[in-house]
Nanobody, 114 residues
Framework: QVQLVESGGTLVQPGGSLRLSCVAS????????MAWYRQAPGNARELIAS???????DYVDSVKGRFTISRDNADNTLYLQMDSLKVEDTAVYYC????????WGQGTQVTVSS
């Protein structure tokens, strides 16, 4: 079973930037379309961005133009560059395959507040 470890979340002011990382324990990482998800308090977890094995990204409208997903298959690492952050981006951020094949990690908390 692949383990996922997310990091990079912190408190940031509106308009700021953060870069999240997700390290997968297995080399099969490269075989899957990967995704970032987030869960805000009181809400269900939602998929916000995905990237294919070949590096083609896709985003939900709420983050399009502000977030950039990327991957490094050599290091089994998924990234999420978040710019122009808004208060409504506050959530716990998780990574997984787009089909949610693996156990969820603990996530990383992003808080956007002045």
């Amino acid at each position: 079973q692949v383990q996922l470890v997310e990091s990079g979340g912190t408190l940031v002011q509106p308009g700021g930037s953060l870069r999240l990382s997700c390290v997968a324990s297995g080399s099969i990482f490269r075989l899957y379309t990967m995704a970032w998800y987030r869960q805000a308090p009181g809400n269900a977890r939602e998929l916000i961005a995905s990237v294919t094995t070949g590096g083609v990204p896709d985003y939900v409208d709420s983050v399009k133009g502000r977030f950039t997903i990327s991957r490094d298959n050599a290091d089994n690492t998924l990234y999420l560059q978040m710019d122009s952050l808004k208060v409504e981006d506050t959530a716990v951020y998780y990574c997984n395959t787009k089909s949610e094949n693996w156990w969820w990690g603990q996530g990383t908390q992003v808080t956007v507040s002045s």
